[in-house]
């Protein structure tokens, strides 16, 4: 059967009662689930398959190979322009008469609304579940190496964006590998922006809201009680229109206050903690290094730290995906490079900040069951994670584990998935718009029919099961990666360029601040 084919009957099996027994049977989110994992499986199987003869998947090395090569390629730039990064995002340097529709601080919240998400909260504790503390580690370096992938792929949005004459801008990925391609003369780059285009779309259906959906959900209904999914996705896609129907300007004023007060509540919240268990800090250190390099006898072991930290760290902060890119398009600028450099503060304040935050919390709270005799963590009876206290896993082994030092803290945490969740979609919603904007063309009623398309899927994440969601999840933002860090591999050199010209001009006082 083809996917067309599986499509159309898992619409029809949504869509046409088989009778009253059935339906008692089955109930909608069950019929939802069934339907969607039936036609996204060998999507999934695809992308994740690992290197033969190893459990490694080859996605997740593709990744990691393109941030160090970035990082090398640029002598390390995360961290040789990271002071003026900072000023950048102050507006030390902004002119307000450059073209592009939002600012640099708003360009870095919304395009962090979009990776500081659920991936978190719930991923961090996915890969913990699985890889132990010290998938951690891993995570951190990633996140290091993916500073470089970020300031590639947004310096080229900024560089090659549409720029309309009612003031408004269109960029990203599709339209770099198009017009950068085109520029050095070699062929392919019109097939890999539709590529793209299609998959960013994909991933603006999965990860950019079913699964936001699905765990805001989960973390509502372990505090009010059970209820239909349906429901927390109405009541979302209701919200979320409301938004994103006024375009980007619109998303990036929510964003420029919902991100930075989400973002101190989440990591306040966190520190709190720790602190309250400070004396296991240098413990929980002790695990996360012991066990990037041995694996303290988790599912996996060394390895399954390193692949559970590695594909966490990307879910996240989403570096190498393109994503990120298309929001920053949007950036008042004359300069594409310095764009370039607000958009590698991205990995750090997700990644090495808040997943790390996520990752200490579980450790310290002691969620994860360990034999005292031999230190080794505890595995379930399948052998594939380490047994958790009440056996959670997920939003709900993070939720358990703020609520072990301070009872109303699952609370605080709702409200902070709530948060994390909506604004997850309201930027997501802005990439998967440029994506089908980019393939059917600009216009009100082409916008408008992405947009109540957006917003179904918000509906059925919220009703289906966290396994085919998270997985498909996964699956379509990866395979962005895999057109896009092979598109950068070509036109990194043109990055180089502006980097050069840039950083000389800076130096000889060329480039200079604005008074405001």
Excluded at 447 to 476: N, Q
Aim: glycine letters at 12%; proline letters at 3%.
């Amino acid at each position: 059967m083809t996917f067309v084919q599986k499509l159309l009957t898992g619409a029809l099996a949504l869509a046409l009662p088989t009778g009253a027994a059935a339906q008692e049977a089955m109930t909608l989110d069950a019929r939802v689930n069934a339907a969607f994992a039936d036609f996204t499986g060998p999507f999934v199987s695809l992308i994740f398959a690992p290197f033969p003869g190893t459990d490694f998947p080859w996605i997740v090395m593709w990744l990691v190979i393109g941030a160090s090569i970035f990082t090398l390629y640029f002598g390390f730039v995360q961290f040789r322009f990271f002071g003026h990064a900072i000023k950048l995002v102050k507006g030390d340097y902004s002119d307000p008469n450059d073209a592009g529709e939002v600012s640099h601080f708003q360009a870095l919240t919304t395009a962090l609304s979009g990776t500081v998400g659920l991936g978190n909260i719930a991923g961090v504790a996915v890969a913990i579940g699985i890889g132990g503390p010290g998938a951690t580690f891993w995570m951190i370096l990633a996140g290091l190496l993916g500073m470089a992938s970020k300031f590639t792929e947004c310096t080229l949005a900024v560089k090659y964006r549409n720029e309309y004459p009612d003031g408004t801008v269109s960029g990203g990925p599709m339209y770099y590998m198009k017009k950068g391609f085109a520029e050095l003369g070699l062929p392919g780059g019109g097939f890999l922006a539709i590529m793209f285009s299609i998959f960013c779309i994909l991933g603006a259906l999965g990860g950019g809201n079913m699964f936001q959906a699905n765990q805001a959900h989960a973390q509502i209904a372990g505090i009010v009680g059970d209820y239909p999914g349906w429901i927390t996705g109405l009541v979302f896609a209701a919200v979320v229109f409301a938004v994103i129907v006024g375009g980007i300007k619109s998303i990036a004023k929510v964003t420029e206050k919902i991100v930075p007060f989400m973002g101190i509540l989440y990591v306040g919240a966190a520190l709190v903690i720790i602190l309250v268990n400070y004396d296991q800090i240098g413990t929980a250190f002790g695990q996360i290094f012991a066990g990037a390099f041995t694996g303290l006898g988790v599912a996996g072991g060394l390895v399954g730290a390193l692949i559970q930290g590695f594909k966490r760290a990307a879910f996240s902060n989403e570096a190498g995906v393109g994503s990120a890119a298309i929001a920053h398009a949007a950036v008042r600028t004359k300069e594409p490079i310095t764009e370039g450099f607000v958009s590698l503060l991205e990995p750090l304040i997700d990644t090495v900040v808040i997943c790390t935050m996520t990752a200490l919390v579980i450790i310290i709270s002691g969620q994860l069951i360990s034999d005292p005799e031999t230190g080794l963590f505890v595995l379930n009876e399948a052998g594939t994670a380490i047994s958790t206290v009440g056996d959670t896993s997920g939003v709900a082994l993070t939720s358990a584990a703020f609520g072990s030092a301070i009872g109303w803290f699952p609370y605080v945490l709702a409200v902070a998935v709530v948060l994390f969740a909506f604004s997850t979609m309201i930027s997501w919603s802005y990439y998967g718009l440029k994506a089908w904007t980019y393939l059917f063309g600009e216009g009100y009623a082409s916008e408008l029919t992405f947009k109540l398309i957006f917003c179904v899927f918000i509906v059925i994440g919220a009703a289906a099961s966290l396994g085919p969601v998270i997985d498909f999840s996964d699956a379509a933002i990866f395979a962005m990666a895999v057109v896009n860090i092979f598109a950068l591999y070509f036109l990194m050199r043109l990055v180089r360029r502006e980097l050069n010209s840039y950083a000389g001009r800076l130096k000889s006082g060329e480039i200079k601040e604005y008074a405001h």
